[in-house]
T-cell receptor, first 109, second 115 residues
């Protein structure tokens, strides 16, 4: 069936560097995409979202890029901080909301 | 911002008993609720989608008689795990939205342990 998936299960970066987390999706009908951050034992926390009629959206230190041609989504975190260490999920919405496998981001001091 | 309160945060129950998990939207009307299950170091698996006043739509492989979902009001949805077994032990998370298709808020999750 159609699904959302992530390319890399883990990512380790140096504090201050930029991080890029990728996500591939296969449902071309999805109209909305969201990035979530999850810390251990907690529910997902909204980071940023993007609608399918956009290809880029920026927030504070975060940018989401959407490439519908190749069904790819990415999350860029600028000047990564230790507090950014968590598992990051992308989710796609098409009447329901489904999650990718997740990427664990570790920020080294 | 939108807040979703999920209760309890942790529960331990004996095999064969039932457990109810509540999810409340505190400052908005949640037309749509999603219920997820998450195993350790795994992603969130969608269990069911519920719309206020309607029967929940369950994902393939999710037993609707075991995982009872009630969405009787615009601010409350409940998930009842009936006749719980140790394999039902998991982290359960709800997500609420206004039904416009954009912007969903998650509860803080419930850690269920069946002994």
């Amino acid at each position: 069936g159609e699904s959302v998936g992530l390319h890399l299960p883990t990512l380790s970066v140096q504090e201050g560097d930029n991080s890029i987390i990728n996500c591939a999706y296969s449902n071309s009908a999805s109209d909305y995409f969201i990035w979530y951050k999850q810390e251990s034992g907690k529910g997902p926390q909204f980071i940023i979202d993007i609608r399918s009629n956009m290809d880029k959206r920026q927030g504070q230190r975060v940018t989401v890029l959407l490439n519908k041609t190749v069904k790819h989504l990415s999350l860029q975190i600028a000047a990564t901080q230790p507090g950014d260490s968590a598992v990051y999920f992308c989710a796609e919405h098409n009447n329901d909301m489904r999650f990718g496998a997740g990427t664990r981001l570790t920020v080294k001091p | 911002g939108a807040v979703v309160s999920q209760h309890p945060s942790r529960v331990i129950c004996k095999s064969g008993t039932s457990v109810k998990i509540e999810c409340r939207s505190l400052d908005f009307q949640a037309t749509t609720m999603f219920w997820y299950r998450q195993f350790p170091k795994k992603s969130l698996m969608l269990m069911a989608t519920s719309n206020e006043g309607s029967k929940a739509t369950y994902e393939q492989g999710v037993e609707k008689d075991k995982f009872l979902i009630n969405h009787a009001s615009l601010t409350l949805s409940t998930l009842t795990v009936t006749s719980a077994h140790p394999e039902d032990s998991s982290f359960y998370i709800c997500s609420a939205g206004t039904g416009t298709g954009y912007g969903y808020t998650f509860g803080s999750g419930t850690r269920l342990t069946v002994v």
